[in-house]
């Protein structure tokens, strides 16, 4: 099954500017409803849910499209593992029916169908519920897409629900298609994994984009060239660095507790695994840190430069105005209107007021640049 790139939720606002809500789609539905009633909370982004299954062992791989109408029991009861993939999210009636067969809690049913719900691992009886953010970068608006991504991991079966087809996870596919590494050796808590560290691999992608963003506007800066530009394009990075901590800070606490062993649903083998992907989401969080305090860094910098631009300009103005303030007094007192005033009448006055003038304003702008003023 051939995957496209992501596509993110987000809408577009005034003057093409693309915009996320706070809020999804329909957020105000389940108002007066009971807890557990499954309403899909977002944006419908396919006509038809998309279903696929891979199923695998060792020896075999078999890997379909599925109908909304299927037997779910048999997927649950296979002695392969059971990957069941469902893209688009406002089809309540099949997954109300998923959710019946693999025995999943009406609230959990009701979590994975909010699109807007927030990073977290639950643990139940006899399966674990995860929420994630798959995230990409869109070169055409420079800004970060995001996707929810909901696992629900079992006994020899997984679960996962996305908004519409296209994501992260074809390397996963790529690996049990062609049976590299352990993948096809190992349970269905290794594939869980490996579709958590397929997300949080691609955060390092993004962030990496991110840094190419801050370092074009550092070297813009270091030219000496403010412009009203580079302030906007700094503050939409934060903005888009503040929406990748939300989506991967939350991570950190759920695999935490994977990889101290506290679920029977993960082997002793497998928490290792989620040990080094814990680590790894420390280091996206702290590569993080560390460019949200550079585009801070950026934008004080920023500021401060047009700030010694506008000090530039007043001193410019103020020692323009200094320089003829002595010059309006002198031509001040030879404009009173008075017949007694000295040297009024002498023959070499006019020339003599002028010399005077012209004395004093370079004098001034001599003094000036001696105390490196301009």
């Known amino acids: 099954m051939k995957k496209t790139a992501p596509r993110g939720v987000t809408g577009v606002g005034s003057g093409g500017r693309r915009r996320r809500s706070v809020a999804p789609k329909n957020a105000g539905a389940k108002v007066g409803m009971h807890p557990g009633s499954l309403v899909h909370l977002g944006r419908q982004k396919v006509d038809a849910a998309l279903l696929q299954l891979v199923e695998y062992d060792q020896e075999v791989l078999v890997e379909v499209a599925l109908s909304p109408d299927e037997q779910w029991q048999k997927f649950k009861e296979s002695p392969q593992v059971s990957w069941v993939n469902v893209d688009g999210l406002h089809d309540t009636d099949c997954i109300a029916a998923m959710g019946e067969a693999f025995d999943v809690h009406p609230l959990t049913l009701e979590d994975l169908l909010n699109t807007g719900h927030r990073p977290k691992f639950e643990e139940f009886e006899h399966y674990i519920f995860g929420v994630l953010k798959m995230i990409s970068w869109d070169d055409a608006v420079s800004e970060v897409r995001v996707e929810q991504l909901s696992l629900v991991l079992g006994e ?5 629900f996305q908004e519409q087809p296209g994501d ?8 049990i298609r062609h049976s ?8 269905s808590d290794y594939l869980a994994f490996a579709l958590m560290d397929a997300v949080v691999d691609n955060y390092m992608v993004v962030l990496e984009h991110l840094g190419e963003e801050l370092e074009s506007i550092e ?4 030219e000496g060239q403010p412009q009203p530009e580079l302030l906007k394009r700094i ?3 934060k903005r888009e660095m503040i929406f990748v901590r939300r989506a991967v800070w939350p991570i950190r606490e759920g695999l935490g507790g994977l990889s101290r062993g506290e679920s029977p649903l993960v082997k002793e083998e497998t928490q290792a695994f989620f040990r080094d992907l814990y680590d790894h989401t420390i280091q996206v969080i ?7 305090d550079m585009a801070s860094s950026l934008q004080d910098l920023y500021l401060s430069m047009v700030s010694n631009r506008m000090n530039e300009v007043m001193k410019v103005l103020t020692i323009m105005a200094t320089i003829f303030i002595p010059l309006t007094f002198i031509a001040g007192i030879y404009g009173m209107n008075f017949d007694s ?7 070499w006055g006019y020339p003599a007021v002028w010399l005077l003038m012209i004395t004093c304003g370079l004098s001034m702008v001599a003094y000036f640049r001696k105390k490196g003023w301009f």
């Open 286 to 292: 702290d590569t993080l840190e560390n460019m949200r």
């Open 180 to 187: 590299r590494g352990r993948i096809r050796k190992v349970g």
């Open 341 to 347: 005033i000295p040297e009024l009448h002498w023959e």
């Open 219 to 222: 070297e813009a800066l270091e």
């Open 235 to 237: 503050h939409n990075l």
């Open 156 to 160: 020899g079966y997984l679960l996962t």
């Open 168 to 175: 992260v996870l074809e390397p996963v596919r790529e690996r």
